[in-house]
DNA sequence: CTGAAAGCGCTTACAG
DNA sequence: CTGAAAGCGCTTACAG
């Protein structure tokens, strides 16, 4: 018995997948909407997540990235669910034009979702709560004339969670959300720029601007300070994710936090929960701002001039 | 037949698998050393070429992610390699304590690195020739006082080279390279800003920064503006990655991009045809050096100056 | 050229 | 409680 250490023998996973049932292998599932899902660097960090519990227990991940339309999934991925290779999957499920989960827990093969998309075991950012703090966070600074930079709802259903946290976190504030303006960009920090060029044109009084991700924020603190607008002392900027540059940029960028690890670490132990007949309720990971020098409060010779 | 396509027939990949003995499966290998591997964008891109070439003939990738210290990759990448699970590995190899690839070939495994680990087949970014280039366009610009920003050479394979062709740039344009002032950061933005308070304590009358990559270069830039120093115009700053940050950066940075999809594209097509019995020659990816607004003449009161 | 059988290397249910 | 046998669902080499 000890000549199995000796001959460095390894059992042969494949004889044991057939055999058994069982692959030990999850699939990870990053739908390819955009290219997105490669530049994204909270994906990243989910996977890191995923990957941490999943070596714990002994699985292994394989990567499935299918390209996703409004007529689903890819069948290369259609394929790769039924093909008995997968134990089960966890999925980044949050694009409204289609999910990525529902093919499989059709097949009932066991299936989390990271994200919004209706489903038995799912794990969510609370992005309501996340963009209620900075709500909070910017109207509590005394700041009333706030831009708001979001993006398009139809892409992605965080984005509808944060903005119904906004218009909660301004009616808090005694704020018309309504009345704020909005502008819509697409995730870079181009588009940032740009709806700040547009936010500014037209609201030259803004003493605030909340934008629902990071590298916005950095394409508006860039644009203000292009035109001499000083952050945070004249206008307050905020961003959301708490991505790596954040905290290295000039100024250091005020944000939320979402835990993108954490997201991963939840999926894989409920899916493991799953494949030990265990039904683990879907959890909900908590979001928390991190205050950095890119707020501060309303400057009140410009809150009074508008 | 076509009942195949109404019963919505799926092969068991197991069974294939243990009867043919091909999985379809490539290990897709990035070393842990620092949790770098789950912040670097750079990553996330070769994992992007790979995965557009696997997907093109119907091949899945399993992510691994092992622990990798003097002693080598952790037992679960050994007997990862060892289970019959994979039909070949695609690994980052640059570190110099640890190869990752070494054990896969030593077992007769189809492996190519991505690095400069000593194996039969690998792909390798010209670092040489991309440092090289960014001291060309460097003293090209009329700077002599320039300042170094690197990182140890044992932590990547890469640096050597790159410090290499640093150093044959700095000779072709007449400069001696031992002569030029050295800071070794840890890639990270904050330690860019650092060196640059290092180096500049010393050598006030630097007017340019070479960085080895773009996030310590936005680290330099930070701290530049910090003490008033403009950039360009008196110091410049070049990076190295072309992130993409790097372009929405302001000013935009001068960086190499060292085309990090098509380092996994290369691989994964090198991988490939290994599987054909045929023996590719190895790859070397060429850089090329993408001018921004981050670098410009040598101020001529300064370069007097000194 | 077609079709039935052996075999891939495990796991597991069953007989002893 | 131990050990021999069947079976997982394919592929492939072989007999017809």
Redesign the pocket.
């Known amino acids: 018995m000890q000549a199995v250490e000796e001959l460095g ?4 996973l ?3 997948a ?5 692959t030990c292998i999850i699939a990870v599932v990053f739908p390819y909407v955009y290219d997105a899902i490669f530049t994204d660097p909270l994906v990243l960090r989910i996977l890191e997540g995923i990957e941490a519990e999943c070596k714990k227990v002994g699985y292994n991940i394989l990567l499935s990235t299918p390209r996703l339309t409004s007529a689903g999934p890819d069948k290369h991925y259609q394929r790769l669910i039924t093909s ?1 290779y997968i134990d089960g999957v966890i999925a980044l499920d949050n694009v409204p034009f289609a999910s990525v989960i529902e093919p499989v827990t059709k097949k009932s093969i066991p299936a989390v979702a990271i994200g919004y998309y209706d489903t038995e075991y799912c794990v969510r950012s609370d992005d309501y709560s996340g963009a209620l703090q900075m709500m909070e966070h910017v109207a509590g600074l005394g700041h009333k004339r706030i831009g708001i930079i979001a993006v398009p709802e139809n892409l992605h259903y965080s984005i509808q969670h944060r903005l119904a946290g906004l218009r909660a976190g301004a009616e808090l504030a005694g704020l018309d959300f309504n009345l704020l303006p909005r502008a819509d960009g697409d995730f870079s920090t181009l588009s940032g720029s740009a709806c700040a060029a547009r936010l500014l044109a037209v609201h030259p009084d803004l003493t605030a601007v909340i934008c629902l991700n990071d590298r916005m924020a950095m394409g508006v603190i860039q644009y203000a300070r292009g035109i001499g607008l000083d952050v945070p002392n004249r206008l307050s900027v905020v961003g959301y994710d708490d991505i790596p540059m954040a905290a290295a940029f000039s100024p250091p960028i005020t944000t939320i936090d979402q835990r993108a690890p954490e997201l991963g670490r939840a999926a894989a132990r409920m899916l493991l929960s799953i494949f030990d007949h265990r039904s683990p309720s879907s959890v909900q990971i908590p979001t928390s701002l991190v205050v950095r020098q890119s707020s501060s409060v309303a400057d009140q010779s410009n809150t009074e001039r508008g």
Do not use: I
Request: proline fraction near 8%; hydrophobic fraction near 30%; glycine fraction near 16%.
């Open positions: 023998y390894v059992p042969n494949a004889a044991r057939l055999s058994s049932g069982k008995g």
